[in-house]
């Protein structure tokens, strides 16, 4: 290392509080209190305080662009957790299907009490097919709710849930860079940070914490047709990744003209899905770059 990129002492001091800062964890006792990660309404009247107020959970879900009425439309949660937004969705009408690394005690109790017919399942997130769901496979509407940054391979994991997804899946996750980012400061590039012990939180499950910039990025590398920002506070960001294209002019010329396709694997049409193979895509366009998203 060069004299001049040695760090100064007020940079030294800067970096130690940044690792201070990411070690905390303000929910860690109310978890360990409550027993609880979510808040819960019971039908009976009864407020179940958990670990995240339930003001705190009503701004999130308002951010979703998830109608009230979700009759006719299937819902998957990875991650449920205690339960909190399976039963809201299935509360709006809709299938849902919960599935989580982790069999919880709390949330088969509170199933029970809201007489819930949601299937909950043990699976990994890397264990989806376009075959899983209902109906012949894939879901309408995904929940990927504070799960990203648990995960050592999160590229993978949205590709997987990109593979079921067919409307809207809702991306919410702990970002790295939240002040600097509503501070209007632009990052070079995309990033995640990555924790090899308790980094996050004092906690060993938390293996990356991306940039709101790398969080859009990921969701559009993993095949999502667009990624749009929907809220940052409290060092998280909220993505609803869009399988297909919306509001798209109806009567629209053709962008580009295809003049050929192939495989870099085998010079020809043929590619498999199931291995990173890439198709090459040679067209005419006379247009301009279009921008990323």
């Known amino acids: 290392m060069h004299p001049s990129e ?24 109310k978890l360990t209190a409550t027993g609880l990660y979510h808040s819960f309404d019971l039908p ?7 670990a995240n107020p ?9 951010s979703f662009p998830i109608s009230e009425d979700l009759r006719g439309k299937s ?27 982790v069999d919880l005690d709390s949330f088969r109790l509170l199933a029970e009490q809201f007489g819930s017919k949601a299937r909950y399942e043990r699976m ?17 509407i995904v929940l990927f709710l504070g799960v990203l940054y648990h995960l050592k391979h999160p590229l993978l994991a949205l590709e997987k849930i990109c593979g079921v997804t067919r409307e809207l899946c809702v991306v919410d996750t702990f970002v790295s860079n939240q002040p600097q980012f509503l501070a209007g400061q632009q990052t070079a590039f995309p990033y995640l940070e990555i924790y090899e012990r308790d980094e996050l939180g004092g906690q060993l499950d938390n293996w990356c914490g991306p940039s709101v910039e790398a969080v859009l990025s990921l ?28 509001n798209l002019p109806e009567d629209i010329e053709a962008a ?27 067209c005419l366009w006379d247009g301009e770059a279009p921008p990323l998203g």
């Open 75 to 101: 819902v998957l949660d990875i991650g449920p957790w205690d339960g909190f937004f399976t039963f809201e969705m299935e509360r709006r009408g809709a299938d849902v299907t919960a599935i989580d690394y």
């Open 54 to 62: 339930m003001d705190r959970q009503l701004w999130r879900l308002r």
């Open 6 to 29: 040695v760090p100064s002492p007020v940079e030294l001091a800067e970096i130690e509080e940044l690792r201070q800062r990411r070690r905390s964890n303000g929910l860690r006792d």
């Open 256 to 282: 580009v003209t295809l003049k050929a396709i192939s495989s870099h694997a085998n010079r020809g049409r043929s590619f498999s899905s199931a291995k990173e193979e890439y198709l090459q895509l040679w």
């Open 124 to 140: 990994e997130v890397y264990e989806l097919t376009p075959s899983f769901g209902p109906a012949g496979g894939g879901f309408d």
């Open 44 to 50: 009976d009247g009864t407020r179940l305080e958990g």
């Open 219 to 246: 969701v559009r590398q993993a095949g999502f047709a667009s990624a749009e920002l929907l809220d940052v506070r409290e060092n998280t960001a909220r993505v609803a990744a869009w399988r297909t294209w919306r």
